[in-house]
């Protein structure tokens, strides 16, 4: 049988690449359902080309185009957002790949979860956001979540037959990023199109600004404490800039496990989708003499503060990791439109995280309410800066 995937974002790089992964295995997998936001032509290509069941565009302005471009195809059509949080309850849909960016994947990934469809997971900022939630509903549902996030997924490979073992520690990598080895001064001055540079990785922009700031790598913190049960003493992160080593586990007795590869996310995408079984790949191998020295640091928390945000946020708890993840969100946009200096954004996302009402035992609703509020106060302070400079 093979597996009906829904792909929430198939127009972005996770997307992408996870239809690259299912045109090379037409034996395991089809397209059940793809979404995207604003990417009409592409949807309207893949559309053509995986004829998937049902086809969902958010934005509702694209929905007539939409629809002319595929009236000869046999796909039912839908526009909006409260469509994207009911496509994913189709009975026809075995798993449902979240690759949508931010605070947007959450209420989809919920109804997935509640309508009992198994998660592969690329969307980090859902756990961040509401990982109790997500996790309490995972249980109660018997859904699997799968971590797509390669160093998510590099801990998720070394823990398997682990189960009866207790982890003492995780380390997860991190490039560093364009930046690494940047004083504050030299970061003053770098622009919207230096940080859009990583060095290893293909991603979209703002996964690719998070990365730059090392906000990706604190949401990767909170991800793994929810994914992997951990306190967050256990969870430490190490810069290694080659990223051949996704991240390690180390366990009671000292001894440690890692998972390493080049840094191509069609894998832990496949591993994924796939699991429990390994499906053969003609990824491009590994070889140990092309990297003959492989480097770790420790991150400089000082000079990149959000990561440090980030675990202050985890420590917190409550709604807390919420304000972080909508301050950051409206910083990101607002630095991508030139609005902000780089150095600006942890300053910014600092102060939303004083000012929004800390919420201990958040519901639902909490959540959703802290992001608008969030999000309102952020934008606020960003026009109070402009007018300062001005």
Not at 18 to 40: G, K, S
Not at 86 to 92: C, L, P
Not at 327 to 355: G, H, T, Y
Request: proline share 4%; glycine share 4%.
């Amino acid at each position: 049988m093979k597996k009906r995937i829904a792909i929430l974002g198939s127009t972005g790089s996770i997307g992408t690449q996870a239809l690259e992964v299912i045109e090379q295995n037409p034996d395991h997998f089809q397209v059940e359902v793809l979404t995207a936001n604003n990417n009409i032509d592409l949807l309207i290509e893949q559309s053509r080309k995986f004829k998937p069941n049902a086809v969902v565009v958010a934005n509702e302005c694209r929905y007539e185009i939409l629809t002319e471009a595929l009236k000869d195809e046999d796909i039912k059509i839908y526009a909006g957002k409260a469509a994207l949080e009911q496509v994913v309850q189709m009975d026809s849909i075995d798993m449902v790949l979240t690759a949508m960016v931010g605070y947007s994947g959450l209420l989809p990934t919920l109804n997935a979860i509640r309508a009992g469809k198994h998660i592969a997971l690329a969307n980090k900022e859902t756990l961040v956001v509401a990982g109790e939630i997500i996790t309490r509903e995972a249980i109660e549902n018997k859904v699997n979540i799968y971590p797509v996030d390669s160093e998510h997924s590099a801990i998720f490979q070394c823990l398997a037959g682990e189960h009866m073992n207790e982890i003492e520690k995780i380390y997860l990598t991190a490039s560093g990023g364009p930046f690494r080895g940047f004083s504050l001064d030299r970061l003053q001055t770098v622009t919207t199109a230096d940080a859009l540079k990583h060095p290893n990785w293909d991603m979209g922009a703002k996964i690719t600004i998070d990365s730059a700031s090392m906000m990706n790598k604190g949401f990767e913190v909170i991800e793994a404490k929810w994914l992997f049960d951990l306190k967050p003493e256990q969870i430490d992160v190490v810069i290694h800039p080659q990223s051949i080593v996704h991240s390690l586990v180390q366990f009671r007795d000292g001894s440690m496990k890692a998972q390493m590869g080049l840094p191509d996310m069609k894998l832990p995408i496949q591993y994924a989708m796939n699991f429990p079984q390994r499906l053969p790949s003609d990824f491009e191998r590994f070889n140990f003499m092309n990297y003959p020295t492989l480097t770790f640091e420790q991150p400089d928390t000082k000079i990149f503060r959000n990561l440090a945000l980030a675990y202050e946020a985890m420590d917190k708890g409550g709604n807390m990791p919420c304000i972080l993840n909508a301050a950051n969100e409206v910083v990101v946009q607002a630095f991508l439109r030139e609005k902000v200096r780089f150095v600006e954004m942890p300053d910014i996302i600092e102060e939303s995280m004083q000012k929004v009402a800390f919420i201990k035992n958040p519901d639902l609703n909490d959540y959703i309410q802290t992001d608008k509020e969030t999000r309102l106060l952020t934008t606020s302070l960003i026009k109070q800066r402009s007018l300062k400079t001005h």
